[in-house]
């Protein structure tokens, strides 16, 4: 959506920036009376939310593995729905919080369906669990096979939000160039999300590196990290 960046409260006067706080509630008295007072408005996707998986991490050693996964799923989901990548017209890189937050829930949405949880699956829920907050990602080779889907479905649907927001950003600023290669990767993500993130995890990797060079490119300019995504994606066509 576009919105006036700084709000005054009609109560007290306040003036704050909706960028960073990401409501209309004056921070000063409280009161929801305000108004945008910048001249434009400007696109506006990102959200204030932060992701804090403390209370999780403390219950790891009294509840059982379901349990926990179940607490996970909800201390993230609130977090990657509201989740965005155009601050105030700026558009900011596909973080590693958000591929981390995102990976935590479809794991832990998972194993909390899970007849049987063995010991390797566990203990990657614990590894996502300790650092995503912190935008820690387990490395490809710490998947175990059984969550190879789990991160490729996370993976295609965190690019899939990411690219949405490009798509956004460049409604407003037109670029063939970009947008051609960001269709390209489009079709590479349907077909993950398709086949339910089914792929290998150098794949999904993949994904993730080709949107994160669009992204540079969209952002700052830098025609070769478009040309590189543009490679990427032929090595996956």
């Not at 989901?77 to 890189?93: K, M, N, W």
């Not at 935590?104 to 650092?131: C, F, P």
């Not at 295609?156 to 939000?161: H, I």
Request: some cysteine; overall charge negative.
């Amino acid at each position: 959506m576009k919105v006036r960046g700084t709000r005054e409260c009609q109560s007290c006067g306040t003036r704050w920036s909706y960028y960073e706080t990401g409501s209309v509630a004056c921070p000063n008295c409280g009161s929801m009376e305000s108004v945008g007072v910048d001249d434009k408005r400007k696109l506006h996707t990102a959200s204030s939310a932060t992701l804090d998986l403390s209370a999780v991490r403390s219950a790891v050693d009294d509840v059982p593995v379901r349990d926990l996964a179940e607490r996970a799923v909800e201390a993230t989901r609130g977090f990657t729905r509201s989740y965005g990548f155009v601050d105030g017209g700026r558009l900011r890189p596909l973080d590693d919080t958000f591929l981390a937050a995102m990976e935590l829930r479809t794991v832990a949405d998972a194993l909390g369906r899970s007849m049987d949880v063995d010991d390797d699956e566990e203990l990657y829920l614990l590894s996502l669990l300790r650092g995503a907050d912190d935008g820690e990602r387990p490395d490809p080779e710490a998947v175990p096979k059984s969550h190879r889907d789990s991160r490729g479905l996370a993976y295609a649907n965190a690019v899939e939000a990411y690219r949405s927001d490009v798509r956004a950003y460049l409604d407003e600023h037109p670029d063939p160039d970009a947008a051609e290669v960001l269709g390209r990767l489009d079709n590479h993500v349907r077909r993950v999300r398709a086949i339910q993130g089914d792929v290998p995890v150098e794949e999904s990797e993949s994904l993730v590196r080709a949107a994160r060079e669009i992204g540079s490119y969209v952002a700052d300019g830098d025609e070769t990290a478009l040309a590189t995504a543009a490679s990427r994606l032929d090595g996956l066509d």
